[in-house]
């Protein structure tokens, strides 16, 4: 099969790598097509202190390619969480398909750890997770932790798809993943074609208080037939 490649020189050897578009042609594969919000900010934030933050590079989120057929499963299904009475909004904007970063198109949770957890009805073999927290300023979310299973209680056959809780303050287990700056791209998390039925995120405050809040979640995989 013919692959289109672009030329790159190293020490004067003759190397190639693979274009975006060219990666894009891997078989069974195509790249996830993400409806993203409007920018609520721009440039590089220079004042949040964080051991574990990976290295911002100001560049937007690169191509991410999923099995070919993969769908938007989340959108509308209920959502459940652990504080039952928001401070602000409904828990079911997390699946409303609105990510604004405006006042009024999140959900706000109380202080401590806390989680939100969509039910997909079914199932499913799960392509990728895409989480908008407040995206309106920068800040880090603290102890990110997103898990998947069958289980509804979370008790038994759970896997975690990521977990930025480096000294395990939350319970869950000392995750190696590191923390982020929350944009309007959102995080997008690899559940690496797991089948589950229910999504659950965990969050415990961030760098601006101690409040927990989700403008969107977004499941994609392959519809059960």
């Known amino acids: 099969m013919k692959k289109t490649v672009c030329a790159l020189a190293v020490l004067g050897l003759g190397l190639a790598v693979l274009c975006p578009a060219a990666r894009a042609q891997e078989p069974g594969k195509e790249v996830l097509k993400i409806q993203l919000p409007k ?5 590089t934030p220079k004042n949040i202190r964080t051991p574990n933050l990976e290295t911002v590079t ?3 989120r690169g191509p991410f390619l999923v099995p070919v057929g993969t769908a938007l499963l989340s959108a509308g299904k ?5 504080d039952k009475e928001p401070v602000i909004g409904e ?3 997390a699946t409303d398909g609105k990510k604004s970063g405006e006042d009024g198109y999140y959900v706000e949770l109380g202080p401590m750890l806390q989680w939100i957890q969509i039910d997909l009805g079914k199932s499913q073999e799960l392509s990728a ?12 979310y603290r102890d990110v932790v997103v898990q998947v299973s069958n289980d509804k209680d979370f008790v038994s056959g759970v896997t975690t798809v990521f977990n ?17 700056i929350e944009t309007f791209d959102g995080k997008l998390f690899d559940p ?3 089948k589950a039925r229910y999504v659950r995120l965990y969050s415990a405050g961030n ?3 101690d409040m927990n809040h989700y403008v969107e979640v977004e499941v994609y995989g392959l519809p059960a037939k």
């Open 91 to 93: 828990i079911a904007f």
């Open 39 to 43: 920018p609520m900010f721009i440039g």
């Open 207 to 209: 760098t601006s208080n």
């Open 78 to 82: 209920p959502v459940a969480a652990s």
């Open 192 to 194: 690496k074609g797991i």
């Open 129 to 140: 997770i895409v989480c908008w927290h407040y995206h309106s300023q920068a800040r880090v």
């Open 164 to 180: 930025n809780d480096h000294d395990n303050t939350s319970g869950l287990g000392a995750g190696k993943d590191k923390e982020y």
């Open 58 to 60: 100001g560049r937007p």
